[in-house]
């Protein structure tokens, strides 16, 4: 424990060894199992800078990793209410790590960054309230939701890519290394810059539905289990004006949480070989 009473949980290697450890400062302190299984201190501590850093959680543990999309108010207009947030999936597998290269297809046209607090789930949860949801959470982390948001309409039909393709792509789901328990994220402010320049910024205050309320109103349709992960959604507004354009190969994306840290990520073309879309009425077919 922290003298400010925040624990911070890192998931690291060591000489080939991956474990969960505690970050006190510049030293890690080791554990013995699982994060969510109460796991027992080993004993072992190493300085931080003899340690690689990796995603905070097991992507093996993870059964689900949520996203909810329209959960800011704009300061400058009226708040509003959603009863009924708008939730989509991202697969365990698009889960990407702190300075790692995200995949840009290239025949997207409309890709976009989603800075946001990430909710990491502590104990299982259904058919919770709402005065008992917050316990529920093990932690908070900094987030990126990447997305291809024309796919995600699906106006075309079967003319484009599906929803679960806009969004559940391997590398559109990262994580800031290090997991945040006992920190107040109730007014966290939340900025984002591509290649150093601010494009974003709002405060977690300013969220339409709670953390805690998007537990309560989830788990009355799913189990949340330990590990499982909720993107809470990005800032209103989604930019300053004439920031956002179309991502590009070397394009970099910051995403800092006040008191939490600051995670970064580049785009990266992705290398689609033998990627063939034809429509079935216009595919080669050999006989």
Known sequence: MTDDNVNRYVRFTHADDTSYGLLDGEVVHQFEGDLFDDPRPSGRTYLLSD????????????QKVLGVGANYNDPALAPRYSPHPRWFTKLPSALNGHDADVDLPSHATNFNFEGE????????????????AASHIFGVTVGCDWSEN??????????????????????????????HQG?????????????GVPVARGRTSN???SAAYLVHYLSQFVTLKPGDVIYTGTVAPA?????????????????????????????????????????????????
């Open 51 to 62: 340690v690689t850093l990796g995603l905070p959680l097991d992507p093996t543990r993870v």
């Open 117 to 132: 607090l990430a909710l990491i789930i502590g104990k299982e949860a259904r058919h919770v309230s709402l005065e008992d």
């Open 150 to 179: 024309t796919w995600f309409l699906e106006r075309e039909g079967i003319e484009e890519p599906s929803r679960l393709v806009a969004k559940s792509v391997d590398t559109w789901a990262c994580l800031y290394p290090v997991i």
């Open 183 to 195: 920190l107040d994220y109730s007014d966290l402010q939340i900025e984002i810059r591509m290649n």
């Open 207 to 209: 969220m339409t539905n």
């Open 239 to 287: 930019s300053f004006a004439d920031t956002r354009r179309q991502m590009q190969d070397g394009d970099v994306i910051e995403v800092e949480i006040e008191n939490i840290g600051s995670l970064r990520n580049t785009v990266r073309a992705m290398t689609q070989r033998g990627a063939s879309f034809h429509h079935p009425r216009t595919r080669h077919e050999t006989t």
